[in-house]
């Protein structure tokens, strides 16, 4: 979602960012080629001194005095929270994008950075009392609003690897590495509460080899069997 807004973003700010992904990094760099954007990778130190330097580097970013800073990730706002609690001002210009029900310390977070926005891909993060939902404003503190995850749609052809589309079938596409920590189980399984009609392609990166093996198995039992499709990561979703 963020690569996809970072062009825009770049043509009314210069952008500074700090980025952990590899991959992400080498997209970044791709997409913001013709820009003034500065991109600074986070070293591979032992955890401790990545948060030391991500302290350091938003810091000296600071001193530019920037039009809002952008977290995008739960260690990145949890850095900016923990930040805020000494410079009050850096929590006034956040904007922090949760976008899953996987963050820890979200509590300390939403409180820390009281003047912040927070944006969620869905009010199903706001809604839930036992996450975001304590701390909603009105009875709460944190404002919010909605920003629907977002994949750049282009002209190409449909992939060949793309399970053939059939007459009448309506199909969801979930986008992510194949890991435990991204919940593709809970996909599969909604599923079954759905007409039969209702097609699952899961398509990313396998990182644990168990968890695939696993959701393999899942979609063989009856009622998923043929509705489930798996494909390798796709460098254009679209």
Known sequence: SLE??????????????????????SHCQDLLSDTD???????????????????????QKWRLKPDFILTNTNKSALIVAVVSRIF??????????????????????????????FLVPSPALIECKDYLGDYVLPKGSV?????????????????????????????????AAIARWKGQEYAIEALRRLPSNSHLVISGDVADRFYLDQLTSMASTPGLRSRVHFLEFQDDPS
């Open 143 to 175: 404002r919010w609003a909605v920003v629907p995850n977002a994949a750049p749609m282009s002209r190409a052809d449909t992939p060949a690897a793309f399970p053939q589309q059939l007459i009448g079938v309506r199909y969801i596409l979930s986008l």
């Open 4 to 25: 996809v807004l970072l062009p825009l973003l770049a043509r009314d700010y210069q952008l500074h960012l700090l980025i952990e992904n590899r991959r992400h990094m």
């Open 37 to 59: 954007a500065r991109m600074t990778r986070l070293p591979g130190f032992y955890r401790p001194l990545q948060i030391l330097y991500s302290v350091i580097w938003l810091l």
């Open 88 to 117: 009050p001002s850096v929590g006034k210009s956040t904007k922090v994008y949760v976008r899953d029900f996987q963050w820890r310390g979200v509590g300390f977070i939403a409180k820390s950075l009281k003047a912040a926005l």
